[in-house]
């Protein structure tokens, strides 16, 4: 599998081929941060860190950016198996 990009995972986001898990929705509300901190997160970041589940042996990205706030945050993503942008959680950095 090719290995994936920041740019791929902005043109997923930019095309709204995204969905968020409701622990994702959850961390957004308590950490007072709204759906375009999200997506500013990911257009602003970089990939930090790559991980594999030991199960599924599905690759897991941990993006850091900013909020619109100028916050320092991150989320951790994935490429979903119907090819959409897969947001697991978000938090503040």
Not at 53 to 71: C, N, P
């Amino acid at each position: 599998m090719a290995r994936v990009t920041i740019n791929r995972l902005r043109d997923l986001l930019r095309s709204l081929n995204y969905v968020m898990s409701i622990h994702a929705a959850e961390e957004l509300d308590d950490d007072n941060l709204t759906i375009f901190d999200l997506e500013n997160i990911i257009l602003t970041g970089a990939i930090v860190k790559r991980q594999r589940d030991r199960q599924t042996r599905e690759v897991k990205y941990i993006v850091r950016g900013h909020t619109l706030s100028d916050i320092s945050a991150e989320t951790v993503v994935k490429i979903a198996p119907d090819a959409n942008l897969f947001v697991l959680t978000v938090y503040r950095a």
